[in-house]
């Protein structure tokens, strides 16, 4: 387990994950730190939404000394009733999130939490190529977004019986990839094959520029170049 630590009015903050999320982990510590000075972050019944997260502080002792863990969800399970210590899971969606926001020039990125419901077509769940399309929210708590078909013979014309309403956390369990576009803006368009996003589109159907799966190989073929590199220098 990696740990991020930081003081807040005094008072150290640990947050942990698996994986090197430093970039996410700084974020998150200091907009705990901005909100500290108009609220009471350490008050028992403290809960942030940042991103689409929910953050909370749990006060611990460890090894004799006073310090507050940072908590998330449990999306996987039930996110209303468990927290964990892991934030792994939000910090990964976080960044996953920020990159298509900065890649496609994003300014006013459209705000969209785990309990906020999308509309899913149930024949696409395990269909290998789909899209999510972004239109205007119709009730509170609904993110606009809709996951279907790609090429449907029966656009606009399923019965009610054939669509289901679901948090967008559920897409964890069959399109995780789909969470990268969520804070995207009304008309926003996106294709994915299996669990790769193949296009993204603004509402004009112009094409954005997004992060590919070829993107992703070639950074981590050059990070892994660099750390040899870096070892064999410090031989």
Same mark, same amino acid.
């Given at each position: 387990?990696?740990?991020?630590?930081?003081?807040?009015?005094?008072?150290?903050?640990?947050?942990?994950?698996?994986?090197?999320? +430093?970039?996410?982990?700084?974020?998150?510590?200091?907009?705990?730190?901005?909100?500290?000075?108009?609220?009471?972050?350490?008050?028992?019944?403290?809960?942030?939404?940042?991103?689409?997260?929910?953050?909370?502080?749990?006060?611990?002792? *460890?090894?004799?000394?006073?310090?507050?863990?940072? =908590?998330?969800?449990?999306?996987?399970?039930?996110?209303?009733?468990?927290?964990?210590?892991?934030?792994?899971?939000?910090?990964?969606?976080?960044?996953?999130?920020?990159?298509?926001?900065?890649?496609? +020039?994003?300014?006013?990125?459209?705000?969209?939490?785990?309990?906020?419901?999308?509309?899913?077509?149930?024949?696409?769940?395990?269909?290998?190529?789909?899209?999510?399309?972004?239109?205007?929210?119709?009730?509170?708590?609904?993110?606009?977004?809709?996951?279907?078909?790609?090429?449907?013979?029966?656009?606009? =014309?399923?019965?009610?019986? *054939?669509?289901?309403?679901?948090?967008?956390?559920?897409?964890?369990?069959?399109?995780?990839?789909?969470?990268?576009?969520?804070?995207?803006?009304?008309?926003?368009?996106?294709?994915?094959?299996?669990?790769?996003?193949?296009?993204?589109?603004?509402?004009?159907?112009?094409?954005?520029?997004?992060?590919?799966?070829?993107?992703?190989?070639?950074?981590?073929?050059?990070?892994?170049?660099?750390?040899?590199?870096?070892?064999?220098?410090?031989?």
């Amino acid at each position: 387990m990696i740990t991020f630590e930081a003081e807040i009015k005094e008072r150290k903050i640990k947050l942990y994950t698996n994986a090197p999320l +430093k970039n996410a982990a700084v974020s998150l510590l200091q907009a705990m730190n901005k909100l500290s000075a108009r609220t009471d972050i350490f008050d028992p019944r403290f809960a942030m939404t940042y991103g689409w997260a929910r953050y909370y502080l749990s006060k611990r002792t *460890e090894k004799g000394e006073e310090v507050y863990v940072v =908590q998330t969800a449990d999306y996987e399970n039930d996110p209303f009733k468990l927290r964990i210590d892991d934030c792994t899971l939000p910090l990964i969606v976080q960044n996953m999130q920020m990159d298509t926001n900065f890649k496609a +020039k994003v300014a006013r990125p459209e705000p969209t939490t785990f309990k906020d419901t999308i509309l899913v077509l149930k024949a696409a769940i395990n269909a290998p190529d789909v899209y999510m399309n972004r239109s205007d929210k119709t009730r509170n708590g609904d993110s606009g977004w809709y996951f279907g078909l790609l090429n449907d013979e029966k656009e606009d =014309q399923h019965d009610p019986d *054939e669509l289901i309403t679901v948090p967008t956390r559920e897409l964890l369990k069959f399109r995780g990839e789909a969470l990268r576009v969520l804070q995207m803006p009304v008309g926003t368009v996106a294709v994915f094959h299996d669990n790769t996003m193949t296009a993204l589109v603004d509402k004009d159907d112009k094409p954005l520029p997004f992060t590919t799966e070829d993107d992703r190989k070639k950074a981590i073929a050059a990070k892994a170049a660099a750390e040899k590199a870096a070892r064999g220098g410090e031989g």
